[in-house]
């Protein structure tokens, strides 16, 4: 069964500062996406990453994968609070579980001035 | 392009009573998936419907159901409520999806927030 976990779960940073978070996930995957959801919200699609080695940059987020070593990043440059919301990570099943997302928990991010 | 739409925004049922939940599709798109996201719980695939079939579903009991329309809009039931089915409820669609063959990005609908009391 895939499992996959972020860190971390809670991030408090100030304005202007840098961070990652870190997207972990169990068995091989056909790909991965990075969503932000706002509070009762739905979900917004930030980055979608399809093979090894892909970097994608919006604005002040970079999202990155490493197949091999199942792992994606999410770096945020020079924090900004219009950036505080919940970023979920969700990968897609290989095979016959490709029809569905299994999500992260969640990082709750709030950027403080 | 319409996106994803999902009614009601909010429903507020008793306990034991049933509810209904409602999106359509994307046009073009044939593939609809409902996901819960409960308080603790975090985000977890429900159903999977295309060409008005259920795929799959996810580790939910029965009293969870759903049917899709010639049209591809979707229905989501869920029968003898529970407090703690108050959650969440967001609902995807996509190109039509294969298991086992290509995966189409999922886009997703507004959700809908059942309240259970």
């Known amino acids: 069964e895939l499992k996959v976990e972020q860190n971390p779960l809670f991030l408090s940073m100030q304005e202007g500062k840098n961070y990652t978070i870190y997207c972990n996930y169990s068995?091989?995957?056909?790909?991965l996406y990075w969503y932000r959801q706002d509070p009762g919200k739905s979900l917004e699609s930030l980055f979608v990453l399809l093979s090894n080695g892909a970097v994608k940059q919006e604005g002040r987020l970079m999202a990155s994968l490493d197949t091999k070593a199942r792992l994606s990043t999410l770096h945020i440059t020079a924090a900004v609070h219009d950036l505080s919301a919940t970023y979920f990570c969700a990968v897609v099943g290989s095979g016959g579980s490709n029809y569905k997302l299994t999500f992260g928990k969640g990082t709750l991010l709030t950027v403080n001035p | 392009e319409a996106g994803v739409t999902q009614s009601p925004t909010h429903l507020i049922k008793t306990r034991g009573q049933q509810a209904t939940l409602r999106c359509s599709p994307i046009?073009?798109?044939?593939?609809v998936y409902w996901y819960q996201q409960a308080l603790g719980l975090g985000l977890q695939f429900l159903l999977w419907y295309d060409e008005g079939e259920e795929r799959n579903r996810g580790n939910f009991p029965p009293r969870f159901s759903g049917r899709q329309f010639p049209n591809y809009s979707s229905e989501l039931n869920v029968n003898a409520l529970e407090l703690e089915d108050s959650a969440l409820y967001l609902c995807?669609?996509?190109?039509?999806?294969?298991?086992?063959?290509?995966?189409?990005?999922?886009?997703f609908g507004p959700g809908t927030r059942l309240t259970v009391t």
């Open positions: 068995t091989t995957s056909d790909r």
């Open positions: 046009s073009g798109h044939t593939s």
């Open positions: 995807a669609s996509s190109l039509a999806s294969g298991a086992g063959g290509m995966s189409y990005e999922q886009y």
